[in-house]
């Protein structure tokens, strides 16, 4: 049972436009969550992170948003870059404890020029 | 990037072989990871340590174990390989639990 989920295993966007990647979770004790971006033969690299106290972090071209009610965050890139085609997981931590990371299955964007 | 290093970055043994995966580390962090990386299934904890000879299992543990007798070191052994043991093997270092993971280069293993 996947307690963070990626629905959208691609998304193609054009240059300049807006990217959205969604990430919904399902352990209300998460309390921070982060994205990484991924390149082919390469690990995993940070992206951006956001604290259950928070709804909106940014930090340049990248924002995340996080609706608690719902259970659910994104990822807004503005403008895409072809630079940013990569596959994008989400990630999420317990409170307590058990402070490991649970990853989505990950998103495969591709910006198009 | 953190100096973090796998070896080897490639592997092909057949089944039933041990196998030893590497993670280094020259960050002095505390905590290390071991993750795989399936189609699907996005990366999945295989076991943890949080100190010199202090590890915990993960959600796919089965049939791994690891060993930490330096904290620069991290070892992942597949006792008795199996095909499903077929992945990308991705080591993770952090300051402190649950914060920001930084990830190695990963290490392709096919088990034939």
């Known amino acids: 049972d996947q307690q963070v989920k990626q629905n959208s295993p691609s998304l193609s966007v054009q240059e300049g436009r807006i990217s959205i990647l969604n990430c919904d979770y399902t352990n209300s004790m998460f309390d921070y969550f982060l994205w990484y971006k991924k390149y082919p033969a390469e690990g995993p690299t940070f992206l951006i992170s956001?604290?259950?106290?928070?709804d909106k972090n940014e930090d340049g071209r990248f924002t995340v948003f996080l609706n608690k009610s719902a259970k659910h965050l994104s990822l807004h890139i503005v403008p895409s870059q072809p630079g940013d085609s990569a596959v994008y997981f989400c990630a999420a931590r317990p409170s307590g404890s058990a402070r490991q990371l649970t990853f989505g299955s990950g998103t495969q964007l591709t910006v198009l020029p | 990037d953190a100096g973090i290093t796998q070896s080897p970055r490639h592997k092909v043994t057949e089944t039933g072989t041990p196998v030893t995966l590497r993670c280094h580390q020259t960050?002095?962090?505390?905590?290390m990871y071991w993750y795989r990386q399936d189609p699907g299934h996005g990366l999945r904890l295989i076991h943890y340590?949080?100190?010199?000879?202090?590890?915990d299992k993960g959600e796919v543990s089965d049939g791994y174990s690891v060993s930490r007798s330096k904290t620069e070191d991290f070892l992942l052994t597949l006792e008795s390989a199996t095909s499903s043991q077929t992945s990308v093997y991705f080591c993770a270092i952090s300051d402190h639990g649950g914060e920001t993971q930084y990830f190695g280069p990963g290490t392709r293993l096919l088990v034939l």
């Open positions: 340590s949080y100190g010199v000879k202090d590890t």
């Open positions: 956001i604290s259950s106290i928070k």
């Open positions: 960050e002095n962090h505390r905590y």
